[in-house]
């Protein structure tokens, strides 16, 4: 049974281009969940989705950034017109139920804008 | 607004020897506490947490941390570490025992066995 999936590992944008990161939650898990690890802080809370649902969007940038996850396939965490200051390292996170927090994470990805 | 901080950004500790990873917390409502680990290129995992009862809580890996509400410290304790502890530590506040949406981190500890 994989743990989450996240693709790519690194993924490097010039400024102005789009990024795409991917999510494959563990089997049998309906709740995923991306955070943020900016450079020298802590993971931040960005969303929370269920299937073809998001629950919680309230740690997301108003502009620019947008997540899915569809009823088949991984969740997308799409960020338009990257900036230098969207550099981080993003995480996502998934469990079968709102729980207290025993979440699977995944290995993340390390988004570098040039 | 809850917060919390780790002092130490970085702790060299030899093997074998004891190590304490500070963390405390600032909230004016009861909260919830974790400790998570991440090892080099894999995602976290949680450690140990506190929801309620005994203030002493033990963990994997023979970690354990203890809840002081009078210090709002919740510090990570080992008494004896391996190499294969060597990782990024970190600790996690909530207001509410579940929901990822209420998860505030902080910026994380680098903990490195020395043989």
């Known amino acids: 049974n994989a743990g989450v999936m996240q693709n790519p590992r690194h993924l490097v944008r010039r400024r102005g281009q789009e990024a795409r990161l991917r999510c494959s939650p563990m089997?049998?898990?309906?709740?995923v969940y991306w955070y943020r690890q900016l450079p020298e802080e802590g993971l931040k809370f960005m969303v929370y989705l269920q299937k073809e649902n998001i629950i919680d969007e309230s740690g997301m940038p108003k502009e620019r950034f947008s997540a899915e996850f569809p009823k088949e396939g991984p969740s997308i965490l799409r960020i338009q017109q990257v900036v230098r200051g969207d550099s981080a390292a993003y995480f996502c996170?998934?469990?079968?139920?709102?729980?207290?927090?025993?979440?699977?994470f995944g290995s993340g990805t390390r988004l570098t804008v040039v | 607004a809850q917060s919390v901080t780790q002092l130490d950004s970085q702790v060299p500790v030899f093997e074998e020897a004891p190590v304490e990873l500070r963390c405390n917390y600032s909230?004016?409502?009861?909260?919830?506490l974790f400790w998570y680990v991440q090892y080099p290129n894999q995602g976290l995992q949680l450690l140990l947490k506190?929801?309620?009862?005994?203030?002493l809580v033990k963990g994997i890996n023979g970690f354990e941390a203890e809840f002081n509400k009078s210090q709002t410290s919740f510090h990570l304790r080992k008494p004896s570490v391996h190499i294969s502890d060597t990782a990024e530590y970190f600790c996690?506040?909530?207001?509410?025992?579940?929901?990822?949406?209420?998860?505030?981190f902080g910026t994380g500890t680098r903990l490195t066995v020395i043989p």
């Open positions: 506190y929801l309620s009862g005994s203030t």
């Open positions: 996690a506040v909530s207001l509410t025992p579940t929901g990822a949406n209420n998860l505030f």
């Open positions: 089997k049998g898990h309906s709740h």
């Open positions: 996170a998934s469990s079968p139920f709102a729980e207290n927090y025993g979440y699977t």
């Open positions: 909230s004016s409502v009861s909260v919830y």
